[in-house]
């Protein structure tokens, strides 16, 4: 792995202006979940996985990111495939008013967990998860024990969690690999500065 902390590849694609005035849905900008019914299935007809859809920016430049992945990795080539598919499929729902920027990457080395099978396959990583409780928002890091029955046991440095899914605000893997590319890095470089 490279010391990126961001996603591993982007392919980013520029959809044309529309005319201003009523989209399929009313003129108004379609919300994340009305987008994942148009995009999951495209990506899933592909072979992929789609990890996560979110829609960033202002509502004049909105930028709709799609996270993708597959059992042996993604490629820039994969990413492409998918952007053209899922480019196609919105272009049919109109789902913006105007112009839109579509970005189509793999989830990279602090990959999202927001599905409960994501913590389940993921069990025995690090993961860092903000949860919204009754008193007040908290970060948590630690190691994922187990996701069942809408419940995820995380053990942290102060003791094992049980956090409600429903109370996860964001979740994602800790990025280990950097961390342990870049002490194998400068171990490397101090073991160059010995010969």
Partial sequence: MSGRKGPAFFFPLQRPPRRWGRS?????????????????????ALGFECVKVEVV???????????????????????????????????????FPGRYLLEVSSPGNSRPLTKPEHFVRHTGLEARVQCDEAQGKKTYTGIIRSCINGLLVLQTDEGERIINLLDIVKANLSPQEYKIDKKRTKKASEKDGEK
Avoid: Q, T
């Fill in 24 to 44: 399929s849905i009313g003129g108004e900008i379609m919300n994340s979940s009305e987008l994942e019914k148009a995009i999951v299935p495209e990506v899933e």
């Fill in 57 to 95: 920016g202002s509502s004049r430049s909105p930028i709709v990111r799609i996270f993708i992945d597959a059992e042996d990795g993604v490629s820039i080539k994969h990413c492409a495939v998918v952007s053209r598919a899922v480019g196609l499929a919105l272009d049919r729902v109109d789902p």
